[in-house]
């Protein structure tokens, strides 16, 4: 009958536990008994020994060797089985220096020539050994004889049955063998336990799953496009794939460190660390807008999941402009119709002059709005954005002025980037004008180039940041907005009015996206106070123009850039 190796990882263990428990034992008891025959050999000749000398120092024993015969009834032989029967020893042969015996335990051979060689006793040593004799085999010990002078005059030969030296042997293997079995059924026990143990925490799974196992899932961890992030108890990262080290610019070599050893301080890290409680939680790293969950596992770690949210904040930020955009025309459309039926009652009242002046009055006004703007910002995208910006801050009753020290040649590396700075803090300063109305509310821009260096800086006439809160404008996550739901246009930069909160989703990205394109070019964005109220945002980016006055991209016939 064949006997079947477990599938399951628990059931092997257990039978390679079992195995190695019983094989140990086994061993361990072979190699207890191998020296405990041994032992117990030198014990019974030892014992022997003391018996033998005990004897020899009798000196009634050597006086009575010397003044008496050989025979049964003598004295040498009533008093060695004295001591024979009160020893327990097999037998007590006395001899003389012949080797002749003088007491034996069968009295028959008293007065015969010893069965062993006594020359080794006879000369003065002391011998112990295993042998056999008349009386079978046993453990014996000689001794020389000493009479009173010191001479030698006989030796004195004892030995222990053999049979008593293995019936102690064999008492002691049952005790040893029950201390094995006791030692081998806790073993089991133990390797019972750690079985069902590990079968919980394997599920049940085979080695020969473990490998395709590990292969699917080094498959599906790197494969998909979505961050993950393992961290064990400790909080250390024990598995970065792909697509989380390219978030969050991970090395690969970032296994085994610590969150703060891999990540600069700041929201990410919080957030990853579960600092920051709530789900679907908004951070930024490396300006990419990220969406980040954390799942605690069941041996104490956590797993982080990061998506890439920066292509869909961009697009709801371009809708917001775009609405924006809508209800800027639509307000015109209307304004457009008055001014219509203001022209037509001129020229159904016959002041045709005064018509053509109404109509160049206001072709003049938009055009050299529009004109100011190109003159003074060469760049294209800059330009349109200021144009359409301007449209927009109009619509809701607000001033757009280009300050006059605005210069900014047409030497952008990156326009989309300035866009984004400029878009986030025209957006911001609206917030906040329109939140605290005033009799004349206005929005500065200022755009200049120092060398490659472009400095941008947008002052509102709101209610002014608090320095106390000057840094914290700038973190992912803080807003003065009320949150939005995860779905809504409305999770566009967070304004500074008002008192500050954390808004765990949708708000305050805008000006930590500000901050994170500043510092990538290696400059900075800060917020300081306006003279007669309100906030100066500046930001400084430097690198970001070329060395020369060539333009860094075309526009086609279609207005796409190129």
Do not use: C
Request: glycine share 10%; aromatic share 2%; proline share 6%.
């Amino acid at each position: 009958m064949r006997i079947r190796w477990p599938r399951r990882v628990s059931g092997q263990v257990l039978a390679a536990q079992l195995s190695i428990t019983a094989g140990v034992m086994v061993l361990a008891t072979a190699l207890f008994l191998a020296p405990l025959s041994s032992e117990i050999d030198n014990q019974a000749m030892h014992q022997a020994l003391a018996i033998a000398q005990t004897t020899a120092a009798d000196p009634d024993i050597a006086r009575d060797l010397a003044a008496t015969e050989p025979t049964p009834k003598g004295p040498v032989q009533r008093a060695a089985e004295r001591i024979r029967r009160a020893t327990g020893a097999l037998y007590i042969v006395v001899m003389d220096s012949r080797g002749v015996r003088w007491s034996h335990t069968t009295t028959a051979r008293i007065g015969e020539h010893v069965s062993t060689d006594p020359r080794e006793a006879l000369s003065g040593r002391e011998v112990l050994q295993i042998d056999v004799g008349t009386l079978g085999r046993s453990a014996r010990a000689k001794v020389p004889l000493h009479a009173r002078d010191g001479r030698i005059i006989g030796a004195v030969s004892v030995g222990i049955g053999y049979g008593s030296v293995r019936d102690q042997l064999l008492a002691a293997v049952p005790r040893l063998l029950l201390y094995a079995g006791a030692a081998l059924g806790v073993g089991v026990l133990a390797a019972i336990a750690v079985s069902r143990r590990l079968r919980r925490r394997t599920h049940g799974v085979a080695f020969a799953d473990i490998s395709a196992l590990l292969d699917e899932r080094e498959a599906m961890l790197h494969g998909i496009r979505e961050g993950v992030v393992a961290f064990d108890r400790q909080g250390r990262i024990r598995l970065v794939n792909d697509e989380a080290g390219r978030l969050l610019g991970i090395l690969p070599n970032a296994t085994g460190h610590t969150l703060e050893e891999s990540l600069p301080p700041g929201r990410t890290t919080d957030v990853l660390a579960g600092r920051v409680d709530g789900a679907d939680l908004l951070t930024v790293s490396g300006g990419r807008v990220l969406v980040a969950n954390r799942m605690p596992t069941k041996d104490g770690g956590a797993v982080a999941t990061l998506r890439d949210r920066t292509e869909l904040e961009l697009l709801g930020r371009e809708l917001d402009s775009t609405r924006g955009l809508l209800d800027a025309l639509r307000a015109q459309d209307h304004e457009h119709a008055n001014r219509l039926h203001t022209l037509l009652g001129l020229l159904e009242l016959g002041l045709h002059e005064r018509a053509a002046q109404f109509v160049a009055e206001l072709t003049n006004a938009r055009r050299a709005s529009a004109e100011q703007i190109s003159e003074r910002v060469h760049d294209p995208l800059l330009s349109a954005l200021l144009v359409g910006k301007s449209a927009i801050v109009a619509e809701r009753g607000v001033a757009l002025r280009i300050s006059p020290s605005t210069l900014l040649p047409a030497r952008v590396v990156d326009p989309r980037d300035l866009v984004t700075v400029l878009g986030n803090l025209i957006d911001n300063a609206l917030e906040a004008v329109a939140a605290h109305p005033s009799p004349t509310p206005s929005i500065e821009v200022e755009l200049r180039a120092e060398g490659t260096t472009a400095v941008l800086r947008v002052s509102d006439t709101g209610p002014g940041v608090p320095p106390g809160m000057r840094e914290q404008i700038f973190t992912e996550g803080w807003s003065t907005k009320p949150p939005a739901l995860p779905s809504s246009p409305e999770a566009a930069p967070g304004a500074h009015e008002g008192s500050a909160t954390v808004s765990p989703r949708g708000r305050g990205i805008g000006l930590a996206l500000v901050r994170r394109l500043a510092e990538r070019y290696g400059g900075m964005a800060r917020v300081t106070a306006r003279a007669g109220g309100g906030a100066v945002f500046t930001v400084v980016l430097p690198e970001a123009l070329t060395g020369n006055d060539t333009p860094t991209h075309e526009f086609t016939a279609a207005g796409e850039s190129r």
